[in-house]
């Protein structure tokens, strides 16, 4: 059984990432990003039957569906947990169209919310990671991207310059979305090698800005969606692959799991890089969304440097690339920032992304990423006709 | 050289914060500040650490299938056999990746910046994550040769790489 044209995305959600969330509990983000939801799929409450939440670290470790159900009085007949870091949005998606293929559910939310104060709560991880390296001042995820991007340069003379044109083309882009963290404050490539050096040969402006936030997605069978409020837009392809948890385990450092993960979804979805008119992919760093437009297929393997400067990742442009302005100009709201790739194309398939509206889309790859190109999920996703 | 100065100190045996093989993240030796966070052996990586301790770099590897393996781990993650014994490695790697830390992920590595992160590969084929000593940040590049020495941090050692020369 494939999960080609099984199920589709028929209600959205975001609340948009900010820096800080006071006065907000998380099962309260994931209520209110639930309900937003299910209110712009037209759908009540009661029609709710599936439910997939993520990790809460720290606030509630364990029973976290039935944590989520009860909150939202939800009674559902299939619920889980899905951990894939950034991956978990788009590893979301496909679960629920499995679920609903399988007859286990009919209509499954999908929904992450996390919030953020002044001050973070520091990991109590006790594993190989918090062992091995942890001990040499290798915490957190900025050495590790840095260790990908000073691979990449070296083996393929990848340079800072190249690189900062990421976050000056997402910047660009987020100048037409309103909720974006940084609207109103585009950058160039000088604004990015000035800001400060974190971890070489990553700049402060090449790295997310954590945040707090919300986003969640619907998903019911195909046959149902067409009775949706909004045109539905159907899950076409999908892969996954999960590697490694320390960079220092990883198969490679300059192809990331997603290529395989994205040409499984190629081919479930008869579709390739070529057939493509949109691109919602995973952006923690300018050098994760490098590595991934060589993943797609999009440009040759080390090349990805030089072929930045030839295209246009406008709405308007060649290649439309994260319209929205990515994670990079939206900020990050945890794993709710994976699950924006999602929304974003949904409403960019569906034509209801207002000003930044791509035009007539009908194919988008979606990828989502989890700690350091360890958990890979990619989507086709498609515009019903 | 004072980047070396300084990634020589990150885990120098003065004792700053060293917190044991416990692993506890207290223990600091500055007063309101954090200690630097030890290993946390588990059983399967005792005899790792024990060996780090006296100065020796040691690996597991396989019976079944003859590949060594680093981190330590109950069983081969290449063929499952649980028929691995403990090898000594030589010591000699090359540079993977690296970077140079100007801002740390944990508060307790504030005053060693910029220090050099590294993955290097052992010529036995693991790889581990580890400190460049002794080397300049400006002129660290990959596939650098390395070599293992020890630096003692708390009741254990840290095994860190210098050039090999």
């Given at each position: 059984m494939s999960l080609r044209g099984a199920a589709a995305v028929v209600g959205v959600a975001e609340v948009p990432p900010k820096r800080t969330t006071p006065g907000v509990s998380t099962l309260d983000m994931i209520a209110r990003t639930a309900a937003a939801a299910v209110r712009d799929a037209g759908l009540e409450p009661g029609a709710v039957d599936g439910l997939l939440v993520g990790p809460q670290v720290g606030e509630t470790p364990q029973h976290v569906p039935a944590t989520v159900a009860e909150y939202l009085g939800l009674r559902p007949r299939f619920a889980d947990l899905v951990d894939l870091g950034g991956a978990t949005g788009a590893g979301m998606v496909w679960r629920a169209a499995a679920a609903v293929a399988a007859g286990m559910c009919t209509t499954a939310l999908c929904v992450l919310g996390n919030v953020r104060g002044e001050t973070q709560p520091r990991s109590p991880n006790r594993n190989p990671i918090r062992e091995f390296d942890v001990p040499y001042g290798g915490s957190g995820a900025n050495q590790a991207y840095a260790m990908v991007a000073t691979r990449h340069m070296a083996e393929f003379g990848t340079t800072a310059e190249q690189l900062a044109r990421i976050p000056v083309f997402e910047r660009a882009n987020a100048?037409?979305?309103?909720?974006?963290?940084?609207?109103?404050r585009p950058l160039t490539v000088a604004d990015v090698l000035a800001s400060p050096m974190v971890v070489e040969p990553l700049h402060l402006l090449e790295a997310v800005m954590p945040c707090g936030g919300g986003a969640a997605v619907v998903v019911t069978g195909a046959r149902h969606a067409r009775r949706a409020r909004h045109a539905p837009v159907l899950l076409r392809g999908a892969g996954e692959r999960v590697t490694h948890r320390a960079l220092s385990q990883a198969p490679e450092l300059t192809t990331s799991p997603l290529a395989a993960a994205i040409a499984d979804a190629y081919t479930m979805a008869g579709a390739g890089p070529g057939d493509l008119d949109l691109l919602s992919l995973y952006d923690c760093y300018s050098i994760m969304l490098a590595v991934t437009l060589e993943d797609a297929g999009l440009c040759p393997k080390g090349a990805v440097g030089p072929w930045l400067a030839d295209h246009d990742f406008s709405h308007r442009g060649d290649l439309p690339c994260n319209p929205h302005g990515g994670q990079l100009a939206c900020?990050?709201?945890?794993?709710a920032g994976g699950m924006a790739h999602v929304v974003e194309a949904v409403r960019q398939l569906r034509g209801t992304a207002g000003e930044r509206q791509v035009h007539g889309p009908s194919l988008a790859l979606v990828t989502g990423n989890g700690a350091t190109m360890s958990e890979e999920t990619a989507l086709v996703l498609e515009a019903a006709s | 050289m004072t980047g070396t100065d300084r990634a020589g100190g990150a885990n120098g045996p003065a004792g700053r914060g060293g917190t044991g093989g416990t692993g506890s993240t207290g223990g600091a030796s500055v007063p309101g500040k954090p200690g630097k966070p030890g290993p946390t052996p588990v059983p399967a990586s005792e005899p790792f650490w024990a060996a780090a301790r006296r100065g020796e770099l040691l690996l597991q590897r396989c019976r079944g299938c003859g590949r060594h393996q680093h981190y330590p781990r109950v069983l081969c993650a290449h063929c499952w056999s649980e028929d691995l014994e403990w090898v000594r490695a030589g010591g000699r790697a090359r540079v993977w990746t690296y970077t140079v830390v100007h801002r740390p992920g944990h508060p307790a590595w504030a005053e060693d910046v910029p220090y050099l992160l590294a993955i290097v590969e052992l010529a036995e084929g693991p790889r581990l994550l580890t400190n460049l000593v002794r080397v300049d940040p400006a002129e660290a590049y990959v596939g650098m040769a390395v070599r293992a020495e020890f630096a003692p941090r708390g009741d254990t050692a840290l095994v860190r790489f210098a050039p090999d020369v």
């Open positions: 100048q037409l979305n309103p909720d974006a963290v940084f609207h109103g900020g990050q709201a945890d794993l | -």
